[in-house]
């Protein structure tokens, strides 16, 4: 069940990250046609990243302390000391971010140059917050493992 509910945080989360590229692209060409989609995605990446960050908080309270120990006895403490505290604390950001996104979308961005300009920095933001956030994952990850394996 441990790794089904981490499956299902990445999933929810690349889910965001492909979403909100699919905003950034469409609002670069945004007209008419596209302001639908546009609409669409933004609130899709929304519930995408509260899907993930409700998976990942209840695996957080329930299963992180085992592997936060494993991590913390291996050689790589780092992967709980830096990437897991700066993922817990760039997760408000990115929250507040994708939650204004469909708000800042909501306009004719089509005529309105300067909401498009908000739209690709709320959304270009996002997406490399989201990546950081992956990245974080993979080190946390393999903090585990190199626990792990050092037993």
Same mark, same amino acid.
């Given at each position: 069940m441990n790794e089904l509910i981490l499956m299902a945080h990445v999933l929810f989360g690349v889910g965001c990250l492909i979403t909100t590229v699919c905003v950034f692209v469409d609002v670069l060409n945004a007209s008419a046609t596209n302001q639908l989609r546009i609409r669409i995605m933004s609130r899709l990446a929304a519930v995408f990243m509260w899907l993930a960050f409700v998976v =990942?908080?209840?695996w957080y309270v329930v299963f992180y302390k085992t592997d936060k =120990?494993?991590?913390l006895k291996g #050689?790589? #403490?780092f992967a709980h000391n830096f990437f897991m505290?700066? @993922?817990?604390?760039?997760?408000?950001l990115l929250l507040m971010l994708v939650t204004y996104? #469909?708000?800042? =979308?909501?306009?004719?961005?089509a005529a309105n140059k300067d909401a498009r300009r908000v739209v690709l920095w709320v959304a270009g933001i996002i997406v490399l917050l989201a990546l950081m956030m992956e990245g974080d994952g993979a080190f946390i990850a393999m903090g585990? @493992?190199?626990?792990l394996l050092a037993r």
């Open positions: =990942a908080g209840y =120990a494993i991590i #050689p790589w #403490p505290e700066s @993922k817990e604390h760039l997760v408000i996104l #469909p708000i800042a =979308a909501a306009g004719n961005l585990v @493992k190199m626990g």
